[in-house]
């Protein structure tokens, strides 16, 4: 990010090719449209090199991931004709795992681990994570009393950080 | 005041925020809970790691034409940008991106309308013209509303959240600093009698009067988050009082709280 800073531009592209599948698979989950995903993923990485001073630190893999998943939010909420209210908050940006911890996890590691979840757990987590809505819009997709739904999601999200184990447990 | 929810019940919330499905309205609920128990910060510190773990489940290949495309048209407007030091300067501070794109976006949409007002020859059509431009001023100025509030939104909570905050406990809630930013976050606020209001008092290093701040009324909740516009690093305490409504210049019931700032 040094680099980028100093407007390296071989260094932007480095970055790119190691992130932009990351940044096209969240927005394509999230999205379901090829091209609104390719659009923001160019609107991500034109942040990073207009705005590096953005990322202050931790995990780039976190960060870059909340940027895409916030800017996904935008293009629903664009699409979207429901009241604002409805849709969930933007996930801060600071703070979270260090990219040392990050490292450590990858992609089959996480898969392995929702896999141990209980069925109806990981499908409200997934369908969470990806679908840009709100808890109570997911107990009304799921047909989940809402007090459900929220046990759930914290029961999930408790059982996911120890079956990630170290790193995510502090 | 409504029932107030059970810490069971704000560990929910504060799972479903970490998670990124919680509404936009009670994120202040949750902001609030979040500034005064440590607990509930940990928590949401490791289950926010733990959701942003589920991210890297999502990268998958991008077919290579698609790939080599998309690269193709960032680094073109990378390259142009990177010869350009002006370009930089012109792209403005990082917190104004989020909308720049799209503000640019209906200026020249506007741009576009007046270019083809010119080709108009009849009152009727510029009236609708006219009309038209009003809207998309109205729909530029509402995005940029929106904008700010969801940029100050998220520092709001990543502040109240943040592991190297102070934290001053008073009555009913919490003050909390982070760097030179300083919010009220209180929980259990009754709401304030007819025609009065809430008001912050800020009193600067070596200063001897108070200076008057925001005012505000708590939700239904007793709920009040509050970010007052003020360099925190320039101040030695903050206090609370209850005013006639539309606030007073100076003081005129006893403090709620008064906090000096360490």
Same mark, same amino acid.
């Given at each position: ?19 932009? @599948? ?46 895409? #998943?916030?800017? =996904?939010?935008?293009?629903?909420? %664009?699409? /979207?004709?429901?009241?604002?209210? !409805?849709?969930?908050? !933007? ?23 929702? +896999? ?9 987590? $997934? ?30 999200? @408790? ?12 | 005041?409504? &029932? ?7 560990? $929910?919330?504060?799972?479903?925020? +970490? ?5 936009? &309205?009670? =994120? ?8 005064? &128990? ?50 930089? #300067?012109?792209?403005?501070? +990082? ?11 209906? +200026?020249?949409?506007?741009? =576009? ?56 406990d008073v009555n009913d809630g919490i003050v909390v600093v982070r760097g030179d930013r300083l919010y009220l976050a209180l929980s259990k606020l009754p709401p304030p009698p007819k025609g009065k209001v809430y008001q912050a008092w800020t009193l600067a290093k070596g200063a001897k009067a108070m200076q008057p701040s925001v005012t505000f009324a708590p939700n239904a909740e007793g709920v009040a988050v509050v970010a007052l516009p003020v360099d925190a690093s320039r101040l030695g305490a903050v206090?609370? %009082?209850? !005013?006639?409504?539309?606030? /007073? ?14």
């Open positions: 990010m040094d680099r980028i800073r100093a407007r390296d531009v071989s260094a932007f592209e480095a970055l790119y090719d190691g992130y932009h @599948r990351l940044v096209f698979g969240i927005a394509l989950r999230m999205l379901g449209d090829l091209g609104a995903a390719e659009d923001v993923t160019q609107t991500v990485f034109m942040k990073i090199w207009t705005a590096p001073e953005a990322f202050r630190g931790g995990s780039f893999t976190a960060w870059v991931s909340r940027v895409a #998943r916030n800017r =996904a939010l935008d293009v629903l909420r %664009s699409r /979207s004709l429901r009241p604002e209210t !409805e849709l969930p908050a !933007e996930l801060p940006l600071d703070g979270g795992l260090d990219e040392d911890v990050f490292a450590r996890i990858d992609a089959e590691r996480v898969r392995d681990a929702l +896999a141990t979840l209980p069925a109806e757990q990981r499908a409200l987590i $997934e369908l969470g994570f990806f679908g840009g809505i709100t808890h109570q819009e997911l107990a009304r997709r799921t047909e989940t009393p809402l007090g459900t739904v929220k046990t759930r999601v914290r029961s999930g999200l @408790r059982k996911l950080r120890d079956a990630l184990g170290e790193g995510v447990s502090r | 005041m409504n &029932d107030a929810p059970t810490r069971e019940e704000m560990m $929910e919330l504060v799972a479903l925020y +970490a998670l990124g499905v919680l509404p936009r &309205d009670q =994120a202040a609920l949750v902001a609030a809970f979040l500034a005064a &128990d440590d607990d509930a910060r940990a928590e949401y510190h490791a289950l926010r790691a733990t959701a942003d773990a589920i991210a890297v489940t999502a990268a998958e290949p991008v077919d290579s034409a698609r790939s080599a495309r998309m690269k193709e048209r960032l680094s073109a407007r990378i390259r142009a940008d990177a010869a350009s030091p002006a370009a930089r #300067r012109r792209i403005g501070p +990082a917190a104004g991106w989020l909308w720049a794109a799209g503000l640019t976006a209906a +200026a020249s949409l506007l741009l =576009a309308i007046i270019s083809s007002v010119q080709v108009f020859t009849t009152q009727g059509q510029l009236a609708q013209a006219n009309r038209r431009i009003g809207t998309l001023q109205t729909q530029v100025a509402q995005a940029q509303r929106t904008a700010q509030f969801e940029r100050q939104e998220r520092l709001m909570i990543g502040d109240l959240a943040a592991p190297d905050a102070k934290r001053y206090a609370l %009082s209850v !005013e006639p409504d539309g606030g /007073s210049k100076a003081p005129t019931s006893k403090p709620t709280f008064v906090q000096p700032l360490s």
